[in-house]
């Protein structure tokens, strides 16, 4: 049972232009979400998180945009650098839950073309 | 602040043997994660300890365990493996393991992973 969903697996991009990656979660006892980063051979690295009291985070040239009625994040890189080029994972927790547990989607694969 | 580290980064092993991976947590964390990635599947949580206890499990068979130390390290042991335990296992570790909520003291920070590769 998949409660955090990316139904893009990849996505392809200029560079300079945006990238758009979307989520969507069917519990709506999540009430915390972020993303996170894979290049190959790494671990996934923090990248932004958005808390479910906000419907924007903003961290440079990374946004993340909540819409909770919708059950819905997305996260806008702009513009789009080569360097982005990687796996982009959503993740989220929900309130009551014992222990720190994230649950999180299958991934983007975005490729910025230079 | 030394990252997390997972050791070690690559292994084989064949059906029915048991392997042991370890995780060395950012020091100060308190919380450290279970994560198994495997191709389509994301990140499926195994489980999380705080302070040498687990709290949380997740939907994974009795072959999977696990345990922390008083130091925070903390192993995972899978026995009887199977072909389908090749994945890459990632540990992550994280200041309080507050459950939910928006402070930032739960996010996690992970290790580069122990590929698992089963023959």
């Known amino acids: 049972d998949q409660q955090v969903k990316q139904n893009s697996p990849s996505l392809s991009v200029q560079e300079g232009r945006i990238s758009i990656l979307n989520c969507d979660y069917t519990?709506?006892?999540?009430?915390?979400f972020l993303w996170y980063k894979k290049y190959p051979a790494e671990g996934p690295t923090f990248l932004i998180s958005i808390s479910s009291i906000k419907d924007k985070n903003e961290d440079g040239r990374f946004t993340v945009f909540l819409n909770k009625s919708a059950k819905h994040l997305s996260l806008h890189i702009v513009p789009s650098q080569p360097g982005d080029s990687a796996v982009y994972f959503c993740?989220?927790?929900?309130?009551?839950?014992?222990?720190?547990?994230?649950?999180f989607g299958t991934g983007t694969s975005l490729t910025v073309i230079p | 602040k030394a990252g997390v580290t997972q050791t070690p980064r690559y292994l084989i092993k064949t059906r029915g043997q048991q392997v042991t991976l370890s995780c060395s947590p950012i020091s100060g964390h308190r919380s450290v994660s279970w994560y198994q990635q495997t191709p389509g599947q994301g990140l499926q949580f195994l489980f999380e300890?705080?302070?040498?206890?687990?709290?949380n499990k997740g939907n994974f068979p009795g072959r999977f365990s696990g345990r922390q130390f008083s130091n925070s390290r903390s192993e995972m042991n899978v026995s009887t493996l199977e072909l389908g335990d090749s994945a890459l296992y990632l540990c992550?570790?994280?200041?309080?393991?507050?459950?939910?909520?928006?402070?930032?003291?739960?996010?996690?920070?992970f290790g580069a992973g122990s590929r698992l590769t089963v023959l």
């Open positions: 993740a989220a927790s929900a309130i009551g839950v014992p222990g720190n547990q994230f649950y």
């Open positions: 519990n709506s006892m999540f009430d915390y």
């Open positions: 300890y705080f302070s040498e206890t687990q709290r």
């Open positions: 992550a570790s994280s200041e309080t393991g507050l459950a939910g909520g928006s402070s930032g003291a739960n996010v996690l920070t």
